[in-house]
Structure formats: C-alpha cells, structure tokens
C-alpha cells in the first residue's frame, strides 16, 4: 500500500481520469488482499462520511483524501461521487481477483 500511498501525489495538470488509471496501475502491484481490503475500507469510509457538498470536512476524512492524494480531486462535489465510486469498485475487483 506504501507505493500507492507515495505515488498519488497530484500535479495540477491531473484529470481525474488519469488519476483512476494510476490508482488501478498502483492498485495492479498490490499483491496482498489484506492491503487492498483496507483500501476498500478507507474508501468505504470516505463514501459514507464525506459529503462533497458540505465545505466542513472532518479531519478524519482528510486526512484518508490526503493519504490517498484525492483532496484536489474531489473539490468538485459533482465529481468527487463519480471518482468515489469507480475507485471502489477497481478496489473490490481487484479483492476479488486476489482472493481467488
């Protein structure tokens, strides 16, 4: 999990897709289900707690969008549940696919 952590540092020039991709190409190199299964908690978390409309932010949830470099990414509330949801479910892919 420490190289997604490391690389997801956000450039200005990052478009959300070519943020999905990295995720799903760092995501690929996790090897251990465990590590991926608490990503999906974090990005669990985030879907349940993290309401992009609301300018308070708590500082649990920050502090996940910063681990993960998403804090740029979902200032926009009408992307943020769209990106939410696709990383998600490249995260419960790939649980599945290392669990069998």
Known sequence: MNS????????????PDIYVHKFENNLGEMNNWQDVELLLLKLQFLGMNFDPFDNNVSSECQQVMENLGLTEHLK????????????????????NKLKQ
């Open 4 to 15: 997604l952590q490391k690389q997801n540092t956000t450039d200005l020039t990052e478009t």
């Open 76 to 95: 926009n509330p009408y992307l943020a549940t769209n990106i939410l949801l696709r990383l998600l479910d490249k995260t419960e892919e790939r649980i």
